[in-house]
């Protein structure tokens, strides 16, 4: 082994995980929320108290206690929700604004994190979970799991003007592009697009239009992959069906 080897196989991180993520994996708190169980002293790992939120530790093997009860896996919890417009995609929002957290208040849940986001302007279907490991999942890139959007926007393109927005734009030396784009309907000064996305990057769609010289008015994921939002009333959840999981992951 070289030395350079040596000094790349010496910043490895130890197994396991670190405290503060293992405590968001067991569906007890976000990772910034046991960061201040942890730094307040209100955790132990094999009976000693520990503050240091980096610490790794063993999921199957290190018994860990928060302000004196063991924390134990929460059952798995799978929701899709309706996200109104208004609302971030956060648990803790530094900025202190309404989060999607405000439509699971009074449901009995354990802690569960967005799959993806929508920025606080956009709304409709998004999915939320304790499931680490089905949200990586969903979220790989290499899925390709395509997500469907009904798109206003504040023009009514012609024919020429679709075939830009097909074409995809590059801002900022990211390529946007989407893997579908139709008409949906127009009437007046605004139309209604059908955008389909295969990936998703930080507002992709507004990015792509307005790169164009076009508004989005209104934004709304209705679909991912074969899931559709259905009826689902706006700020509500609920648990996904056996069957519809195996729509995001069959």
């Known amino acids: 082994m070289t030395p350079r080897q040596t000094r790349q196989s010496g910043r490895q991180a130890a197994p396991g995980v670190s405290l503060n993520r293992a405590l968001s994996k067991l569906g007890l708190c976000s990772r910034t929320q046991a960061e201040v169980l942890i730094a307040e002293g209100r955790v132990r790992v094999g009976g000693k ?4 939120a980096a610490l790794r530790v063993d999921l199957d093997r290190d018994r ?11 059952r798995k919890v799978y929701l899709m929700l309706n996200k109104p417009r208004g609302l971030v995609t956060t648990r803790d929002d530094p900025q202190q604004r309404d989060t999607v957290y405000a439509c699971l208040e009074g449901l009995d849940l354990p802690f569960v ?18 499931d680490t490991r089905f949200a990586n999942r969903l979220m790989d890139p290499a899925s390709h799991l395509p997500k469907t959007y009904h798109v206003q926007i504040g023009t009514v393109p012609d024919a020429a003007m679709l075939d830009k927005f097909r074409a995809g734009v590059t801002v900022d030396g990211e390529t946007l592009s989407a893997s579908s784009i139709e ?24 990015r792509l239009l307005a ?3 076009v508004e989005v008015l ?10 559709p939002l259905g009826d689902l009333a706006k700020g509500a959840a609920r648990h996904l069906t056996p069957e519809e999981l195996a729509l995001l992951t069959g």
């Open 49 to 52: 108290v520990v503050r240091n």
């Open 64 to 74: 860990i206690v928060v302000d004196d009860r063991p924390v134990v896996a929460e």
């Open 113 to 130: 994190s967005p799959i993806g986001r929508l920025d606080k302007a956009s709304e409709g279907l998004l999915l939320m979970t304790n």
């Open 183 to 206: 008409l949906l309907r127009s009437g007046g000064r605004t139309a209604w697009l059908e955008i389909v996305l295969d990936e998703g990057r930080n507002r992709h769609i507004r």
């Open 211 to 213: 790169a164009h010289g």
């Open 218 to 227: 209104r934004l709304i994921r209705i679909a991912i992959g074969r899931l």
